[in-house]
């Protein structure tokens, strides 16, 4: 410090901001995507206080749009992707004993991608207006479909700011999931063999290799719009010759393996979470990975389920609609597998293994009504209704979020050095469980009514009135969890209990060093000779190593 | 730890490799979807001018030949760094420098025939639109890649290149290989299937 005086403050923010160390990254990664989750949140909770009662004016049609548009757009690259991204660099090289990931730089300039095209999005709130001041949010859905997001019919900028902001923070987590490749493949710390890494380094391996495939994809839809939108190119213009269905086929083959990307790291945190909880060895750890290769692969051809409805020859409907029944195969694998684990073990019921049970139960009911929606006579019956809205929050909420929290309360003590109150994280689950419940079953009901979704209000009379009015119930219940967890946050970093490096005698690597882990991780750089190095350590007389 | 048992080393890959085979794998389905648009909307197009009216073999077959023969360059040139020849290196580099600037000249020449000859422009019509966007981001990354190997050459130069980069600048020539595959999947698909 010569000329200026020492600032703490501002010296630990320039500490963050230039930081390449992966933990720091994986911090910032994950606080950004509870960030915009409490924002995509409020956005549901105010859609759910204008659908509770019929033809209620609280949100006029145009906000309602940009509401729902914004709220998924969010949810899927703002919370889900910087979440499981910021879980993988945090905890990947800790896993699997290295020092840092492959490439440090490239990893925060990933980060930044994101942040930045993060906040792009939401300045569309203040710059969408654009020159014909005609609207401020995107307002097209959040997949985007052609032709509704041609000039004609999506005039000034918001469109624009949905393709160049999602294209940037694309581009972050490409540079994310190649460094995830690599770490995974060349990092690992002596001893450890591709069939010895942990399971959740196996299942972002798979993660990481579906984002290198379909993220291009998805940048080059986004590219086709934006010269069309701005240089009067003709990808997506009927009148030109042009097949508006190609944004869907395109939009699709990224979609679909991207709610994989989004859930196969929710079933990383799950694989970690019960072995732990159940004090025995995960069940069938070959056939887990097998499972999971198998479900990235089957993902990249079941795209066209999404569009059933859009007049597909009959041959190809049969084989999308049977490819899509195969996901169950080794879906059903993996759950069976968990239940396996649980069975017979000496189970304790704390927080992370309350979510990861929760997971496991409405994940296995999301997945059902999502077999139902891959029946096509059903699928055509069903499109665009809130039943498709309650399946697919079924398994994004109480799939994916509750494998968020389960890894959340499970690593926080690793992150900062101090458990989260049991007490209140308890009350969370019951009332996120309800209130998720309560919310999106009937939800189903309403799509069975034949309530389309995306609709801004609906009329009196109709059978939608009591279905409507308990999601909006079901949407207040939930708002206490998440306040619940929030305070437990604040309140468990201030006054927590200390963890210790291990508080829940865990088994993988991450357990061995300090919580926080220092800056270089390991004092030295970790000998594996299992899967569970941590046994070994703690049983020289009966390691696992013998057995496998 | 106990290490006893433990099935010792590895021989993992150098980190390089693995990044680099990404970001092709990755850039790999970048230019399969365009490829796919274009085939998707191949004899669509509503107005004139067609392919087969605009599109001529002649002068893009000299552009083709000139950048296969530049993979073969820059695999002499790494040949030479391996052996410590710095001048020899420096040539073969600035051959394959000079072969990739042909291409892409070679293109600007193609496209101001197109746009002042045959009025093909981004937004005359479908086929306009599918063929700028898909040889003009070859095109690109052939730029990208001749002002990568142009820093390569500039601070060889200057002596900062050494026997030991070897493989950092085999990185490179991975991507270069990489942008001539494709042209090849582009050459048949614009002007050998879809004419």
Redesign the interface.
């Known amino acids: 410090m010569t000329r200026e005086a020492y600032n703490p403050l501002s010296s630990k923010f320039h500490d963050w901001v230039v930081t390449v160390d992966h933990k720091k990254l994986g911090v910032m990664y994950i606080v950004t995507g509870i960030l915009y989750l409490i924002v995509a949140g409020s956005e549901a909770l105010m859609m759910r206080w204008q659908l509770a009662i019929p033809n209620n004016d609280i949100l006029s049609p145009d906000t309602f749009n940009a509401f729902f548009t914004m709220h998924g757009t969010t949810m899927i690259f703002l919370v889900g992707m910087p979440i499981l991204l910021g879980a993988a660099n945090y905890f990947i090289p800790l896993m699997i004993g290295a020092r840092d990931m ?2 440090p730089r490239l990893n925060a300039f990933g980060f930044w991608l994101f942040f930045f095209g993060a906040l792009l999005l939401y300045f569309s709130f203040l710059g969408g207006q654009g020159l014909s001041g005609e609207e401020g949010a995107p307002n097209v859905g959040w997949f985007a479909y052609a032709p509704l997001t041609s000039t004609t019919f999506s005039p000034g900028s918001a469109t624009d700011y949905w393709v160049i902001s999602l294209f940037v923070a694309g581009l972050g987590s ?1 540079m994310t ?3 995830l ?3 995974i ?4 710390c ?4 591709l069939m010895k890494m942990p399971l959740f380094a196996w299942m972002m391996l798979v993660d990481a290799a579906l984002i ?6 998805l ?3 986004q ?2 719009l934006l ?1 069309d939108r701005q ?5 997506f ?1 009927a ?5 508006p269905l ?1 944004w869907q086929h ?1 939009f699709w083959f990224f979609g679909h393996p991207e709610v994989y990307i989004l859930i196969i790291p929710g079933f990383a945190y799950i694989s970690e979470v019960i072995p732990v909880f159940s004090r025995k060895v995960l069940f069938g750890y070959p056939l887990m990975v097998a499972a999971t290769v198998s479900i990235g692969f089957i993902s990249l051809g079941v795209w066209a389920h999404h569009m059933f409805a859009v007049g597909l020859s009959p041959a190809v409907l049969a084989y999308f609609s049977g490819a899509t029944f195969l996901v169950g195969v080794p879906t059903g694998m993996k759950i069976f597998n968990w239940i396996a684990t649980m069975w017979g073990g000496h189970i304790r019921f704390a927080t992370p293994m309350l979510f990861a049970t929760g997971f496991v139960s409405m994940f296995v009911l999301g997945g059902l009504t999502g077999i139902m929606l891959a029946v096509v006579p059903m699928d055509w019956q069903l499109s665009d209704t809130y039943f498709v809205v309650g399946h697919f929050h079924w398994v994004l909420f109480g799939g994916l979020l509750f494998a968020i929290f389960s890894g959340f309360f499970y690593w926080f003590p690793k992150v900062t050095g101090r458990l989260l109150n049991e007490t209140l994280g308890k009350w969370q689950f019951w009332f996120l469980f309800v209130g998720f419940l309560v919310t999106f079953g009937p939800m189903h009901m309403a799509g069975f009514e034949g309530m389309p979704r995306r609709i801004y209000t609906f009329m009196p009379g109709r059978g939608l009135e009591l279905w409507n009015m308990l999601s909006s119930i079901g949407a207040a219940i939930q708002v206490v969890g998440f306040i619940l967890f929030v305070i437990n946050v604040f309140w468990s970093l201030r006054k927590g209990k200390i963890a210790g490096d291990d508080p829940w005698d865990a088994w993988t690597l991450e357990w061995s060093t300090t919580s926080p882990p220092p800056p270089w991780n390991f004092a030295e750089t ?4 299992s899967r569970r ?1 941590l046994w ?2 703690k049983h ?1 007389d009966d ?1 696992d ?1 013998k057995y496998e | ?10 021989n ?4 390089g ?3 680099m085979i ?2 092709i ?3 790999v ?2 230019f ?3 490829i ?2 274009y085939l ?2 191949l004899g ?4 004139g001018p067609m392919p087969s009216d605009t599109l001529e073999l002649g002068l893009v077959s000299f552009n083709t030949i000139a950048l296969l023969a530049s993979s073969a360059t820059i695999v002499l040139a790494l040949k030479a760094l391996r052996t410590g020849n710095n001048v020899r290196f420096l040539t073969w580099l600035l051959c394959t420098i000079a072969l990739g600037a042909w291409f892409l000249i070679g293109t600007g020449i193609e496209w101001k025939g197109l746009i002042v000859d045959d009025h093909l422009r ?2 005359t ?2 086929f306009g ?2 063929f700028y ?1 898909l040889v003009g981001f070859h095109a690109f990354h052939v730029t990208f890649g001749v002002f990568a190997l142009f820093v390569i050459w500039c601070l060889g130069l200057k002596g900062c290149i050494k026997q030991k980069h070897h493989q950092n600048i085999e990185y490179v020539s991975w991507y270069w290989h990489f942008v001539d595959t494709v042209w090849i999947a582009v050459f048949l698909v614009v002007y050998v299937i879809g004419r």
């Open positions: 492959a490439f490409i999931a190649i460094n490749v690599t770490t493949l060349t990092m690992r002596d001893g450890m063999t290198l495939i379909v993220l291009p994809p940048a080059v839809i590219i086709m010269l240089f009067g190119a003709h990808f213009d009148q030109a010759g042009a097949d190609i395109l970790p000998q594996i000779a190095p070994d350590l020289p390691p190593w | 730890m106990n290490t006893s048992t433990s099935n010792t080393s590895l993992m890959l150098p980190p490799h693995l990044g990404s970001v794998v990755t850039e389905f970048f399969a979807s365009l796919v648009v998707a909307y669509k197009s509503i107005s981004l937004q019509n479908l639109t599918t966007t």
